[in-house]
């Protein structure tokens, strides 16, 4: 049986629930372009697909990634796609041709999540090998590598104005960090579980 996902536009009621059809395994990740025209899932089946959110078809098919796709995220302007895979690598595809742009190599150990900065400069990542790492968009460099955590980074997010990135671990904690040092300024504990999600 294929795997599927929902979506919806909640802010049109006219608009009916789809289900996008295509992936061949389980979707472990899914984001919405700014504009609300496409949906780019993630999936066990080691491919990123884009979705028309009107018609509910498969526009684009990327293809490349050895392992499975647990995270995507999009840059602001809408252009580049970023994924994290089981392989290690974070590629960065061109939202238009689907044609991969870069592969960013450093993680030793799965790639977990992945998140883009409201300036579209960095790409900021978690992973099994118990690190956030910050990579340059433009070179591709990881130019900052955070270590704190015990366990697998599970989650990762960063602040409207850029300056803090936020994780979330199987530790079970959350930690902020400065973007310019990347020293750990603020540990959240609380959760007796994994944080899977900032």
Known sequence: READFRGADVTDVKW?????????SAVYAVAVTSDGQHIVSGSWDETVRVWSMASGEEVRRLEGHTFTV?????????????????????RVW???????????????????????????QHIVSGSDDKTVRVWSMASGENVRRLRGHTTEVAAVAVTPDD????????DKTVRVWSMLSGEEVRRLEGHTGWVRAV
């Open 16 to 24: 009916p629930r789809k289900r996008m059809r295509g992936h061949t």
């Open 163 to 170: 300056q803090h990135i936020v994780s979330g671990s199987s």
């Open 94 to 120: 061109s939202m238009a041709s689907g044609e991969e742009v870069r592969r960013l190599k450093g993680h030793t150990r799965e790639v977990l999540a992945v998140a883009v900065t409201l300036d579209g």
């Open 70 to 90: 647990s995270a995507v995220a999009l840059t602001p302007d809408g252009q580049h796609i970023v994924s994290g895979s089981g392989d290690k690598t974070i």
